[in-house]
Every structure is written in structure tokens, then in C-alpha cells.
Nanobody
């Protein structure tokens, strides 16, 4: 299983970006049952969980991004999205996706850089 994250870039404060995490190497039924998260790591800080979506499409968000970010899952494309609105300089970080199967395996993508200028 491989995860490919993309969609990062440079944006001004108040702008939007949509990150994508494409999961390859898994059969569709495995993807359906995956729990997938977005994490981020800013320079000098620990990696933190930003948003999560489970196999039942239940979502959760860190308080810092609630009401600004939306995580969604497209089973047909085996892709998870993170729509980020009203971005703040504090959102600057490398964003990673993580997928976990029902058997407990965990996979990470390579990360995509998001930079928000003030």
C-alpha cells in the first residue's frame, strides 16, 4: 500500500487549499474499511493530528481547525481530501496522510508542504 499526498503550496492568509491523499496498492474493499487521518508537523514542533475519517465516514477535527477544514473520502477514487479554508499562518506545516487497515497495519504518505503567508 502506498499513499501519495499532494495539493500543498503557498497561499495568503484567508485563502484555501485542497489536499489529496491517493491510496494505491490496495483493493477497493480494503480502502473502504480504512481509517485515514491527516497530520501536520511544523518546524520545531511535534506532529499533530489534524483531521480523521473512519470507515463509517465519521469525522473528527483538532480544535484548531474545526469549522475551517473538512475531511472527506472518495471510495471510487480511493482518495481522501482535506479542504482547508480560511488558512492562517499557524497552519504552515508539512501535512501527512496516514491510513490504517482493519488488521492494524499503518501506512504514511510522504508529506506535502503548506505555507501560509500573513
Amino acid at each position: 500500500v502506498q499513499l501519495q499526498a499532494s495539493g500543498g503550496g503557498l497561499v495568503q492568509a484567508g485563502g484555501s487549499l485542497r489536499l489529496s491523499c491517493v491510496v494505491s496498492g490496495s483493493i477497493l474493499s480494503v480502502f473502504w474499511n480504512m481509517d485515514i487521518d491527516w497530520h501536520r508537523q511544523a518546524p520545531g514542533k511535534q506532529r499533530e493530528l489534524v483531521a480523521a475519517i473512519n470507515s463509517g465516514r465519521r469525522t473528527m477535527y483538532a480544535d484548531s481547525v474545526k469549522d475551517r477544514f473538512i475531511i472527506s473520502k472518495d471510495n471510487t477514487r480511493k482518495t481522501v481530501y482535506l479542504q482547508m479554508n480560511n488558512l492562517e499562518p499557524e497552519d504552515t506545516a508539512v501535512y501527512y496522510c496516514n491510513a490504517r487497515t482493519s488488521s492494524g497495519e499503518s501506512f504514511w504518505g510522504q508529506g506535502t508542504q503548506v505555507t501560509v503567508s500573513s
